[in-house]
């Protein structure tokens, strides 16, 4: 996964249409539909970002960014669809880091938050990892075994990465596509192996005997750190 972002906006339609661009182009989207989800979703998981709509059921946007600020300096983009700036220099005031306002392109949203990012938190769009002879570039997503590129799928390339962030160290099966920022992902029976397998493969790793991403029975899977 490149991008870990929060949306907290009631429209549905819009977060399915987020979570499918913007995840097409190294952003994974966490959906919450209301204020306190939103909160209650942040202090569960770590985000690079959050999307937050002004205009929201019970808690308002502005109400949600006054409560985040208390305990957060994530950077936080401002949906709204309202024509009157108060609202929107208010909320630049208590400490937003830029707006949008509805109606939007999905491209004018994903420049602005990279450049929110750029400003705000660098490391999570230049971040490179290397394990043995695996290199990964997070804001590209570019995939190198031995010099040689390799093509993901988006679920194949946020799984490398989770496991790549703790070489070494085992992360339970159960727990693997929550690590890789893909709380999007229908789990079934034998989703992750599966996505696994195919991880395996294109890195070359033997079915029978694999030296990259090794499994841990009855646990889950672990990325050796030597080759």
Same mark, same amino acid.
């Given at each position: 996964?490149?991008?870990?972002?929060?949306?907290?906006?009631?429209?549905?339609?819009?977060?399915?249409?987020?979570? #499918?661009?913007?995840?097409? &182009?190294?952003?994974?989207?966490?959906?919450?539909?209301?204020?306190?989800?939103?909160?209650?979703?942040?202090?569960? #998981?770590?985000?690079?970002?959050?999307?937050?709509?002004?205009?929201?059921?019970?808690?308002?946007?502005?109400?949600?960014?006054?409560?985040?600020?208390?305990?957060?300096?994530?950077?936080?983009?401002?949906?709204?669809?309202?024509?009157?700036?108060?609202?929107?220099?208010?909320?630049?005031?208590? !400490?937003?880091?830029?707006?949008?306002?509805?109606?939007?392109?999905?491209?004018?949203?994903?420049?602005?938050?990279?450049?929110?990012?750029?400003?705000?938190?660098?490391?999570?769009?230049?971040?490179?990892?290397?394990?043995? &002879?695996?290199?990964?570039?997070?804001?590209?997503?570019?995939?190198?075994?031995?010099?040689?590129?390799?093509?993901?799928?988006?679920?194949?390339?946020?799984?490398?990465?989770?496991?790549?962030?703790?070489?070494?160290?085992?992360?339970?099966?159960?727990?693997?596509?929550?690590?890789?920022?893909?709380?999007?992902?229908?789990?079934?029976?034998?989703?992750?192996?599966?996505?696994? #397998?195919?991880?395996?493969?294109?890195? !070359?790793?033997?079915?029978?005997?694999?030296?990259?991403?090794?499994?841990?029975?009855?646990?889950?899977?672990?990325? #050796?750190?030597?080759?």
């Amino acid at each position: 996964m490149s991008v870990r972002v929060l949306c907290i906006d009631d429209d549905r339609r819009l977060q399915e249409l987020l979570v #499918s661009w913007l995840g097409q &182009n190294g952003v994974q989207v966490t959906p919450a539909y209301d204020g306190p989800g939103g909160i209650q979703a942040l202090d569960a #998981s770590a985000f690079d970002a959050v999307l937050l709509d002004i205009m929201l059921p019970g808690m308002d946007g502005l109400e949600v960014l006054r409560r985040i600020r208390t305990k957060s300096r994530v950077p936080i983009l401002m949906l709204t669809a309202k024509g009157d700036e108060t609202d929107r220099v208010v909320g630049l005031e208590i !400490g937003a880091d830029d707006y949008v306002p509805k109606p939007f392109s999905p491209r004018e949203l994903l420049a602005r938050l990279r450049a929110v990012l750029r400003r705000s938190a660098p490391d999570a769009v230049s971040e490179k990892l290397a394990v043995a &002879n695996v290199q990964v570039d997070v804001g590209s997503r570019q995939v190198l075994v031995e010099g040689k590129a390799v093509d993901l799928t988006g679920l194949e390339f946020d799984i490398l990465v989770a496991l790549m962030r703790r070489a070494g160290r085992v992360i339970p099966r159960d727990a693997l596509l929550a690590e890789a920022g893909r709380s999007d992902v229908v789990v079934g029976e034998r989703t992750v192996d599966v996505h696994i #397998s195919h991880l395996r493969a294109k890195l !070359g790793d033997d079915p029978r005997s694999p030296r990259r991403i090794k499994t841990v029975r009855g646990v889950g899977y672990v990325l #050796s750190r030597e080759q």
